[in-house]
């Protein structure tokens, strides 16, 4: 009968220290998982630039114009979704545009202007990805300052 209550006592006392050391473990593995995503983006950064440029090509979006180029913005700014958890990542983007031949847009002198925007990307299943999401109109601070609701900021080294 003393083993019974020895057991429970101790199945009791494991279950306050992993109750205690849950945050910080959870903690503990966001930042391992931040670190991880920096350096893989880091790594990663010529092929997502490029795969950000197929995807949003591919969108249609502007209608009437075509994906000339963009030209990267050395930074990298790192956020958390405040709901689900997910990591992403903000790169401002120039983008240059040309009409489609034959559309309402080809002609216009506008189509010509470089536009401001932020490319989004996104940390999924160990790797990062994009849908060619663009923010026009906003870098990576203003991004997040406008949507901070949403996304968290996280500084170097948090």
């Given at each position: ?113 470089l536009r ?43």
């Open positions: 009968m003393d083993w019974l209550w020895l057991g429970v006592a101790l199945v009791v006392v494991a279950f306050v220290v992993l109750a205690l050391a849950w945050r910080p473990l959870r903690s503990l593995a966001r930042d391992v998982q931040l670190e991880r995503a920096r350096e893989s983006f880091a790594l990663q950064r010529e092929r997502l630039e490029h795969q950000f440029l197929r995807a949003a090509a591919a969108t249609g979006k502007p209608r009437g114009l075509i994906w000339k180029a963009c030209e990267w913005a050395e930074g990298v700014e790192f956020a958390r979704d405040r709901r689900s958890g997910q990591l992403a990542a903000l790169i401002g983007v120039t983008i240059q545009f040309e009409a489609v031949p034959g559309s309402d847009m080809e002609g216009l002198p506008a189509v010509g202007n401001n925007a932020s490319a989004v990307f996104f940390y999924h299943g160990g790797r990062w990805r994009t849908s060619g999401k663009a923010l026009f109109n906003l870098n990576p601070d203003e991004v997040l300052a406008r949507f901070g609701g949403q996304y968290e900021r996280l500084a170097d080294g948090e």
